[in-house]
């Protein structure tokens, strides 16, 4: 495809998703229902079709990762039915679990009289348009899908290539049941409110037309989402890494910090939420952390230690047989590192306060936990550490839009800005101004002769709430 057909064709997606998104303003909270309803109808019914070509997907992406083409953290991630079908299943749910969340469309948030009949309301709004482009998880088209019409937002989707016969099939079963849902209302929910493009060509001409595109929402690898933040004018909601952090305090219980860590690292190794590296106070290196290394060798983990890390273990007779090729000197690079694997980078510390610098200087800013029976330090890290989620005696694979009860989630935002941690449904809205008026001026108010003065009274919000609420 040409620059120039391919620039056409994005434009005329980005066109057809504002006229979309204009229109889902006006749609009602019960006609959002019964599509996302009819969504996890048609998905179910199709679940053999999707699940085939999420086969053939795989089986392509094998051969990729055997060419060296693919990562194995990419691959482990495509796959969409899950052992016995619970990943698939967890899929229906994330759909029902989005239809039960109440619209936060039209809700009230702030509500002023300024004067006798003349009252502000802040009311919640969808954002419009959202370009999402991601890589692997094809169940990312599903999530998105639902949380944009929940929320009142078009969706633009771009898959990774890795996964184009799942993605295609599942777009085409939303739009499908976007098109056969039983009508709410009078207005006809827009069928083009969902969609779905193949090509780079048409995400480099998307990037640029910020005329129609509200917010860009990058899900993979540091380069992509580098490559997002860097080429475009779009507010893009997003984290570049995932390298997170969790620390042994002094006061650490054995049973707590094994248990947390090995999930930490162990239970899904690929995702962003997992830890990348275990900070140890130095007075537990030669009992707590003795244990927790010897249930991380137990999984298979490569620990990359620094010396002191190291010298525990070794005088510690784990008694593994694959200790040597396990452990690991640790360089001044894997302090920073997303392994993205059974790998964590060990580092010991002298204070709290050192862990919490070193979080700072070499995390990402996404989510650190603190393991310890101290109340005193606990509070002290989740203050000072600089994160958007900070955990007290918790793994960090907690940090996730569907454990914390969101429903699903676009992704997991480290900005600082109106989203950040996991972000859901709250983060594909934003807020208007509401004003209603009698035929007043600004220069009406004032002060002289003549001139009003204004009440700014605050108006109940338990009495307005829902006061604009379709």
Request: proline share 2%; charged share 25%.
């Amino acid at each position: 495809m040409s620059s120039s057909s391919s620039s056409s064709s994005a434009e005329s997606v980005a066109r057809a998703a504002r006229e979309a998104a204009n229109l889902m303003q006006t749609i009602s909270s019960s006609q959002k229902s019964a599509v996302l309803k009819r969504i996890r109808q048609v998905l179910e019914e199709r679940k053999s079709q999707i699940i085939e070509a999420n086969k053939q997907d795989q089986e392509a992406a094998q051969e990729e990762v055997a060419a060296g083409r693919l990562s194995s953290s990419l691959f482990k991630r495509l796959d969409i039915e899950g052992a016995g079908g619970q990943k698939f299943a967890a899929l229906l749910q994330g759909v029902d679990d989005v239809d039960k969340i109440a619209d936060p469309i039209g809700q009230v948030t702030l509500a002023r009289k300024l004067d006798e009949e003349l009252a502000m309301y802040r009311v919640v709004c969808p954002v419009g348009v959202c370009l999402v482009i991601f890589e692997a998880r094809p169940e990312v088209v599903v999530n998105i899908a639902c949380l944009a019409i929940k929320s009142g937002n078009a969706a633009i989707l771009k898959g990774g290539k890795e996964a184009s016969r799942t993605n295609q099939i599942l777009a085409t079963a939303i739009q499908h049941a976007i098109a056969t849902a039983p009508m709410q209302g009078e207005t006809a929910f827009p069928e083009r409110a969902v969609q779905l493009v193949a090509t780079r060509d048409e995400i480099s001409s998307l990037l640029e037309m910020d005329k129609y595109v509200d917010l860009v929402v990058p899900r993979g690898s540091n380069a992509l989402v580098r490559y997002i933040q860097n080429n475009t004018r779009i507010p893009v909601l997003g984290h570049a890494d995932g390298i997170c952090s969790t620390y042994l305090d002094a006061d650490a219980d054995t049973r707590k910090a094994v248990h947390v860590v090995v999930d930490a690292k162990t239970s899904y190794p690929a995702a962003c939420n997992s830890t990348e590296t275990l900070l140890v106070h130095a007075s537990v290196v030669g009992s707590v952390f003795v244990e927790v290394a010897r249930a991380l060798l137990g999984k298979g983990v490569r620990m990359h230690v620094d010396d002191r890390a190291r010298a525990a273990i070794d005088g510690a007779n784990l008694g593994h047989n694959d200790v040597a090729n396990l452990v690991v000197s640790a360089t001044d690079a894997d302090f920073g590192h997303e392994y993205t694997d059974l790998d964590v980078a060990v580092k010991v510390v002298d204070s709290l306060d050192d862990a919490i610098n070193h979080i700072n200087a070499h995390g990402s800013k996404h989510t650190d936990a603190i393991i310890t029976e101290n109340r005193k330090s606990a509070d002290w890290f989740m203050r000072r550490v600089d994160a958007a989620g900070v955990y007290w005696n918790a793994s960090t694979r907690f940090a996730d839009g569907f454990r914390y009860g969101f429903g699903a989630e676009i992704g997991v935002s480290t900005n600082k800005t109106h989203a950040r941690g996991p972000a859901g449904l709250e983060s594909l809205t934003i807020y208007k101004y509401y004003m209603f008026g009698n035929g007043q001026a600004s220069t009406d108010y004032g002060v002289g002769d003549g001139k009003r003065s204004f009440l700014h009274e605050d108006i109940p919000l338990d009495s307005v709430r829902d006061k604009f609420v379709l």
